[in-house]
């Protein structure tokens, strides 16, 4: 691939290290609306505002997730706010632009549409998809050290779920000799849980795998957790929850109930960032490039 300009809109540490890794491979970055004294060093020009950067640029690229909430854009490394509307109206002043972001929510499309603008989710590739599990599922078993109060080896880990980061969550999981127990919905994926030789169990029979569990994790994005389930688990139990919005635990009983819950979202960004850079950076020349081509 030609060399390119790339400007990087807000986000997380993933965009730091997605800024090196493009910088590194030879392509000239910048960024806006990150406060980073790493960009500084490593030569990322840094700028204040999206109109003074954009002219000079082929490659726009949006944080992930994309929205901070549902008017203002995704921006944790910088002091103030960014509206999203000021992001597309400066962005519809330059179409030609190939634009990419990470989980673009609906309203935020219908607006970018309204402004002109294609805007390819790159959270929707699977090379994407698959690599960011492995962050995700080896952060939450971090977490799982951490808070709890027995060993892995040996726990009773229940994993809600058999997507990708639920078969990702099973196998190291059971790699660190955990009892696992995995929930799925689809007679194809209680096929394979039982192939890799963790118990299946359909969410209509969930309550008889609760009352032992040490630990739960989460991959659902729907209540699946509620209270007379939560009511079921041990006192100790912790509950590990990876789904996005609204996630799938009722967080109100489990509080009044003691259990001790962890709302663990956008776990690569925050434990693996320098890797989640490049998948980034990977996922978004094949981007460039397939757009470029076509």
Known sequence: ??????????????????????????????AVYINCDICEKEGIALYDSVSAAITDCDVVILPLPFAGNVEHLNTPLWDGIVGIKEIFLNLGLHKEKIIVGGMIDKNSRILADKYGLTITDYLEREEFAVLNA??????????????????????????????????????????LSANVVSAARKKSDLAWIKANNYEAVTYSKLEYKLFDADVIFNTVPQLILNKNLLKLLKKDCLIIDLASKPGGVDFNAAALLGINTVWALSLPGKVSPVSSGKILMDTILNIVDEISVG
Do not use: P, W
């Open 1 to 30: 691939m030609e060399k390119m300009k790339f400007l990087i809109i807000g986000g997380d540490m993933r965009q730091i290290f997605l800024a090196i890794a493009l910088k590194n491979a030879g392509h000239y970055v910048a």
């Open 134 to 175: 492995i962050a995700t599922a080896e952060g939450a078993i971090s977490i799982a050290i951490d808070e709890m109060s027995v060993n892995i080896h040996s726990c009773n880990a229940v994993v809600l779920g058999f997507g990708r980061i639920g078969k990702l969550l099973c196998k190291d999981l059971k790699a």
